[in-house]
């Protein structure tokens, strides 16, 4: 097998295109989101407010996503990035000036990370969706690999440019940028070919959602991977809201070992993306996916009790690694399964479960650390995800026997 065959989507110009561009923009979206938790934490010295604003800047896609993959099957996919990206430009320069002229409060957090949150529900829903119009069937799930790499990849490069922007030229910096980041994409849209052929239904809105919820509660594999991403959102995935805490409270390392924790995180996820899309495609889902679940909630669990910074770097790496790999993976066998007709409108229930149950989730931890402590509120999360993919690991396995 030549490389052209293990990174087949790369010879596709259309998602090379779309490609690039997610690379940049996403770097300087979490570029956005490290800068975005300095700001709030020094605003307020309170885990209980980076609970809240990461729930407000999630809480939108719970409420907005489903209206969004309706959206997406109605509407060309490619013109409704191209708004999204135009949109988020306009919120970061807002963020950036306040914070540059030093008039920002939290309450400016809190409105800003809410509408990103709700641009983000017709975003995601439409770029998951996207990836079916710009690649064949047979390059799927090597795009999807790609695409969690790009995602992963910025995941690295952001928050270590964060962490020496925030320290040389300041926060706002960061918030500059990442507007400047969203440039390429629009350009890069514009340049592709696909204008979302693909053809939609015409019901009507309510039974267009419940068209696609029918669709999942029918296919049972799909539903249980839908169920565990659910709880990773809800205590599983929330583990990286505590993040500036560690970073500051727990080990004395400030924004440049906030950065380091995300970017090990980054790291991890990275590797694991590439690793799918080198290798194509996963033969034993059964066995890997419940796997890559188990990994994850031991490495939080690992987090939750880790007295040294260096072995939480590398458990967050591990945390990263298994996360990945069960998303990526299970995002595969659900675009691989759903029809054409319904993609738009079961993605926008993958990005719920996987995003907008995240503001309960977020909420809770933020509470509980405020409550109880950072470190004891991770543990009791990890047992329950613990739990969670125990028994996911028993039934996925015997409905693919």
């Known amino acids: 097998m030549n490389n052209g065959q293990r990174f087949s989507a790369l010879y596709v110009r ?43 800047s999630a809480l939108p896609i719970l409420l907005f996503a489903l209206f969004g993959g309706i959206v997406a099957d109605r509407y060309p996919k490619r013109n409704i990035l191209i708004i999204t990206q135009i949109l988020s430009v306009q919120a970061a320069l807002i963020v950036g000036v306040l914070a540059d002229k030093q008039l920002v409060t939290i309450w400016h957090m809190g409105i800003i990370a809410f509408f990103l949150g709700t641009v983000n529900a017709f975003d995601i829903p439409a770029r998951q969706a996207f990836l079916a119009e710009v690649v064949n069937k047979a390059d799927i799930t090597n795009a999807i690999a790609l695409n969690s790499a790009a995602f992963n990849g910025a995941r690295i490069i952001g928050p270590i440019l964060a962490g020496f922007i925030i320290a040389a030229y300041g926060i706002p910096t960061c918030f500059y940028l990442n507007a400047a980041s969203f440039i390429p994409v629009i350009i890069f849209m514009w340049m592709i070919r696909a204008k979302g052929q693909l053809k939609a239904y015409s019901t009507g809105m309510y039974e267009g959602i419940v068209d696609g919820w029918r ?187």
């Open 215 to 401: 669709f999942v509660k029918k296919e049972r594999p799909i539903f249980c991977i839908m169920s565990l991403i659910a709880v990773f959102s809800l205590f599983g995935v929330p583990y990286l809201t505590l993040m500036p805490v560690l970073a500051e409270e727990i080990f004395h390392k400030g924004a440049a070992g906030l950065s380091y924790l995300i970017a090990s995180a980054g790291t991890g996820s990275f590797i694991a993306a590439m690793t799918l899309a080198f290798r194509g495609d996963v033969e034993r889902k059964d066995f890997y996916i419940p796997f890559a679940g188990i990994v994850f909630s031991l490495a939080v669990l690992g987090i939750a009790f880790s007295p040294n910074f260096y072995l939480s770097m590398a458990l967050v790496f591990i945390a990263g690694w298994g996360v990945v790999s069960f998303l990526a993976t299970g995002n595969s066998f659900i675009q691989n399964t759903v029809p054409d007709a319904l993609r738009g409108r079961v993605m926008s229930l993958y990005t719920i479960v996987f995003l907008g149950f995240a503001p309960l989730g977020n909420s809770m931890v933020g509470f509980m650390a405020d409550i109880f402590g950072a470190m004891e509120s991770l543990r009791i999360f990890a047992v329950l995800c613990l739990g969670g993919s125990l028994i996911f690991a028993q039934r996925f396995r015997r409905l693919l026997c």
């Open 14 to 56: 259309d998602f090379r295109l779309f490609w690039f561009g997610q690379v940049i923009s996403l770097s300087g979206t979490w570029m956005h989101s490290v800068a975005q938790s300095w700001l709030v934490y020094s605003l307020t010295k309170s885990p209980l407010y980076l609970g809240i604003i990461a729930s407000l």
